[in-house]
């Protein structure tokens, strides 16, 4: 029986079939066992290789996407050397991927054209899709972004005051020389200050291109007055802390309004915030500041059931979907830049206001 045994075993041994871990070991092995294990032996060293196939095409995917990203960086800053482009594609300045247009920056093509003709830059470049245009203009909003902060622009308020203290430092050399100037021609300023040229709303229908010079210089008429008004008070409530934030209050108005002098300049206001502001105007300049104030709302926020753009309510097509137009939107939500100077437009109004109050208490804003 022993020389059975390993008689048995040398045969195996031989055949250099290794025993499952399991199996209880007999003294015959049948023909289809082997067979079997003949197969699991087979199927593992397929395994294996297999492995190693996978294991090599990956190691040669990862080095393939290293040396594309390598060749995509130093196209990216050749191209960023001869074109001035503000940063590689899909990679924003912090150095993280740049976010999906359509999900995060999904505005129609004509807002696109119209922010990047305000900021001066093409409106497309040679073989730019709408998506890379998008890209690029998100890009140079947030060098923008980037920049405000670096130079202050949190705490742009503080800068504001810094300006103030130097303004008022300067007109204390050139208060004498302009105290008998200013006098003679108050008189004169102040009757034809708001009532120099009342804005005329037929012209929103007739003539909108007429409005643009009207606007222009009634808005900086009101901030040469405001101005003025500031330099005005007496030596001791300028030198008040609430007197400094006021005179930093004009001086961050101005300076915010100064994109939307550039955009009346080039007559490339869209049509519903030109009426609206039209609008803001002409009831200023006739000292309705209740109804001036309801058309900077309609402006500011609209007047839509959603403000934020939802406009499918539903999944069938309504009837009361076609009122949620373009002249309802928000427009205090397309941008940074138009939410501050439709902001000083509102502190506009305040000054005029206090300035000139309306003969009808009815009239006063909230």
Request: glycine share 4%.
């Amino acid at each position: 029986m022993d020389a059975l045994k390993a008689e048995i075993a040398q045969k195996r041994k031989a055949l250099d079939i290794p025993i499952p871990e399991g199996v209880r070991p007999t003294k015959y092995m049948r023909r289809g066992e082997l067979e079997r294990l003949k197969e699991e032996q087979e199927r593992k060293e397929r395994e294996e290789r297999e492995a190693k196939l996978r294991e090599e095409r990956e190691r040669e995917e990862r080095e393939r996407e290293e040396r594309r990203r390598e060749k995509a960086a130093a196209r990216a800053s050749s191209s960023r050397r001869s074109t001035k482009s503000p940063f590689p594609e899909g990679n924003t300045p912090s150095g993280s991927p740049a976010p999906d247009s359509s999900t995060s920056f999904n505005i129609s093509n004509e807002e696109t054209i119209r922010r990047l003709r305000a900021k001066g830059q093409p409106i497309r470049l040679f073989g730019e899709s709408d998506k890379e245009r998008r890209l690029r203009l998100r890009a140079l909003e947030l060098i923008e972004e980037k920049d405000l902060e670096r130079h202050g622009g949190q705490n742009d308020f503080k800068k504001a005051l810094e300006d103030v203290e130097n303004v008022e430092r300067q007109m204390k050399d050139r208060q004498v020389q302009d105290d008998a100037s200013r006098d003679k021609g108050k008189k004169k300023d102040t009757e034809s200050s708001l009532v120099s040229e009342i804005l005329d709303l037929e012209l929103i229908k007739t003539d909108p291109d007429k409005l643009y010079p009207i606007i222009y210089y009634a808005l900086k008429r009101a901030l040469k007055e405001w101005e003025q008004w500031m330099d005005d008070r007496p030596e001791h409530v300028k030198r008040t802390t609430q007197g400094k934030l006021a005179a930093a209050t004009q001086r961050q108005s101005a300076e915010y309004l100064k994109p939307l002098f550039k955009l009346l300049r080039a007559r490339n206001l869209p049509p519903d915030m030109l009426a609206r502001i039209a609008e803001i105007v002409h009831y200023m300049q006739k000292r309705q500041y209740q109804k001036a104030n309801d058309s900077y709302l309609r402006l500011s926020i609209g007047n839509a059931p959603w403000p934020i753009g939802v406009t499918m309510v539903g999944i069938h097509e309504r009837s009361a979907r076609e009122k949620i137009s373009a002249d309802q939107v928000a427009h205090v939500l397309n941008d940074e830049v138009s939410r501050k100077y439709i902001q000083s437009l509102k502190r506009i109004l305040t000054f005029a206001q206090t300035k000139y109050p309306p003969d009808d208490v009815t009239q006063l804003m909230g």
